[in-house]
């Protein structure tokens, strides 16, 4: 901070004084020292012609404001230069690949745990295949190897997760379709308005439509469990065409039971009927041919060994061909069904699938009491005497 200085009639007095001792300091050997700081005095010396009331006051303040805005400039803050900001930025992607290894770690332990979860899934469901095969054996009486109605783990003595979950599922879709019966066949005998039929029609089409979905799952892992029925009771297998029931023939069970068809009704199904079987017929062929090429490509060469493997592998293209039959035969089943009930009013397409329902339920109990009688006769009654 700068300071003013004023000088006085008596200031230069003492000034004149200041030579006196200069001669005397002189002779004390200290002149040098003296001499320096006279020159120094020099240096800060003010010229009282220039300096004035008014101008005084004016250096004050504008000593005091340099020192302000130097105070001011230390507390600002200083921009951060390129250097800075490279060692700011500089450890940027190593944070990014550490977040990216976090969330891929992250991702890694959900898949484990879902695999895990899985695994527990198939193991619970093979249990509860165990119990239900257990269950039906203690019913029938007879070990599940000599049991006529056998399934799939019967048949081949493996175990095959996705199948025994077929199983369940079906099992479970034959409790809900028998239940959706009971409730078509109430509201039919108790005069239900149309809204309330209309729900019961959709619901039982759905039935059926997640019996197709399942059915194309299971077909995907063993193509030929599916096609040969052994899902079905014995007796629904005696009917089977391609993994299920020809649509023709459902229509020739459902059609006597319906209520004043009119003529163009009956000449839409007849067109149905007629249609259906001609798509019954393209399959079966198709089928046939395919069957006839399996059985030529697998047929075995006593002479030629070196071909077995390609044999197999051609025999095994056929087997994944076989699986769009099953899926075509199925899509021509639930389109019949759709067709149908369009065709028909609501209160005519609840008696169709009431009538469709009941029939399988009584193939199916027909194959129970079958396998009763047999039961009977391998363990005859022991009486008394």
């Known amino acids: 901070m700068c300071k003013t200085f004023h000088f006085s009639v008596s200031d230069y007095m003492n000034s004149s004084s200041s030579t006196t001792e200069l001669v005397a300091a002189k002779r004390m050997d200290i002149y040098e020292s003296f001499h320096q700081v006279n020159l120094w005095e020099d240096s800060f010396k003010v010229d009282h012609s220039t300096l004035n009331p008014i101008s005084s006051p004016m250096l004050m303040m504008n000593s005091s404001s340099i020192e302000n805005k130097s105070e001011c400039v230390l507390h600002e803050s200083r921009e951060p230069s390129e250097d800075d900001q490279e060692i700011i930025e500089e450890p940027i992607p190593k944070v990014l690949r550490r977040q990216a ?188 041919k395919l069957q006839q090429s399996m059985v030529y490509n697998i047929q075995a060469d006593p002479l030629d060994f070196g071909n077995y493997g390609l044999q197999m592998a051609y025999a095994m293209d056929k087997g994944e061909a076989l699986e769009d039959f099953v899926n075509q035969a199925d899509h021509l089943r639930e389109q019949t069904l759709l067709y149908m009930s369009r065709i028909l009013t609501i209160g005519q397409a609840a008696q169709g699938l009431l009538a469709m329902g009941e029939y399988f339920h009584r193939l199916r109990t027909l194959s129970s009491l079958w396998i009763a009688r047999s039961c009977h006769h391998f363990y005859p009654t022991r009486h008394s005497n």
């Open 101 to 288: 290894q976090n969330r891929e770690a992250a991702r890694k332990c959900r898949l484990r745990k879902k695999a895990y979860v899985q695994q527990l899934e198939t193991s619970r469901l093979k249990l509860m295949q165990l119990e239900l095969e257990i269950e039906k054996t203690r019913k029938h009486g007879l070990n599940r190897s000599n049991s006529l109605d056998v399934g799939y783990i019967g048949s081949s003595r493996t175990i095959n997760s996705e199948i025994s979950l077929f199983e369940i599922e079906y099992g479970r879709w034959i409790e809900e379709q028998d239940r959706q019966n009971q409730e078509l066949k109430n509201a039919l005998q108790n005069n239900a308005s149309d809204i309330q039929l209309h729900l019961l029609v959709e619901s039982s089409l759905n039935q059926y439509s997640n019996l197709f979905r399942m059915k194309a799952e299971a077909a995907k892992v063993d193509v030929f469990y599916l096609i040969s029925g052994a899902w079905k009771s014995s007796v629904e297998r005696l009917f089977l065409w391609i993994g299920g029931s020809r649509p023709s023939q459902i229509l020739n069970i459902v059609v006597p039971k319906l209520d004043a068809l009119t003529d163009e009704q009956m000449g839409s199904i007849n067109n149905l009927r007629l249609s259906s079987q001609q798509a019954e017929d393209a399959l079966s062929m198709g089928l046939e």
